[in-house]
T-cell receptor, first 113, second 111 residues
Framework: DAGITQSPRHKVTETGTPVTLRCHQTENHRYMYWYRQDPGHGLRLIHYSYGVKDTDKGEVSDGYSVSRSKTEDFLLTLESATSSQTSVYFC????????????FGDGTRLSIL | KQEVTQIPAALSVPEGENLVLNCSFTDSAIYNLQWFRQDPGKGLTSLLLIQSSQREQTSGRLNASLDKSSGRSTLYIAASQPGDSATYLCTNAGNNRKLIWGLGTSLAVNP
């Protein structure tokens, strides 16, 4: 299995608090992604990174920010969490080239009360 | 806007059947197409990836095909087993490399 670790795996917090999710990889892959998965919506891309300090928005980026200061770490921050951000968050990585599949972490289940 | 549709949404079959899962997409300008498997409460596992220049890929009992002109991909599972029970997701990467996902087909293989 690809070396991807998401932390925390579960988190419960209150509306208005900041939350940071971490994705750590040991594969030295260039591309890293943050998705959320919700019933009826499937997987939706929040942000992605194509290198250290190089990031871009996905389709549901409002309310989220990301940072990538090292190849191996990609952080997702909810500046002020809202109940609509309750979801399962997945990190994925991929190498460069059309033949490189995405590999996923085990997910973080985030509940915002 | 690229959209990915998977049919059927759910499928229940007896063990041993050969089955086909369908995926259709609206934009033929794709980078690659991938099929994933997701078990309940788990992450996603990559099954097969077809590059834009390819027509099909095979891995064991799985075969995926790609027809860009019709905007369709199929995942064929031969001799299904109870362990194949999972949700199967199709995703299409456009030339901007951003993946657009279908909602998946929930498969139950009954012993």
């Amino acid at each position: 299995d690809a070396g991807i670790t998401q932390s925390p795996r579960h988190k419960v917090t209150e509306t208005g608090t900041p939350v940071t999710l971490r994705c750590h990889q040991t594969e030295n892959h260039r591309y890293m992604y943050w998705y959320r998965q919700d019933p009826g919506h499937g997987l939706r891309l929040i942000h992605y990174s194509y290198g250290v300090k190089d990031t871009d928005k996905g389709e549901v980026s409002d309310g989220y920010s990301v940072s990538r200061s090292k190849t191996e770490d990609f952080l997702l921050t909810l500046e002020s969490a809202t109940s609509s951000q309750t979801s399962v968050y997945f990190c994925a990585i991929s190498g460069q080239g059309a033949g490189q599949p995405q590999h996923f972490g085990d997910g973080t289940r985030l509940s915002i009360l | 806007k690229q959209e990915v549709t998977q049919i059927p949404a759910a499928l229940s079959v007896p063990e041993g059947e050969n089955l086909v899962l369908n995926c259709s997409f609206t934009d033929s300008a794709i980078y690659n197409l991938q099929w994933f498997r997701q078990d309940p409460g788990k992450g996603l596992t990559s099954l097969l990836l077809i590059q834009s220049s390819q027509r099909e890929q095979t891995s064991g009992r799985l075969n995926a095909s790609l027809d860009k002109s019709s905007g369709r991909s199929t995942l064929y599972i031969a001799a299904s087993q109870p362990g194949d029970s999972a949700t199967y997701l199709c995703t299409n990467a456009g030339n901007n490399r951003k993946l657009i996902w279908g909602l998946g087909t929930s498969l139950a293989v009954n012993p």
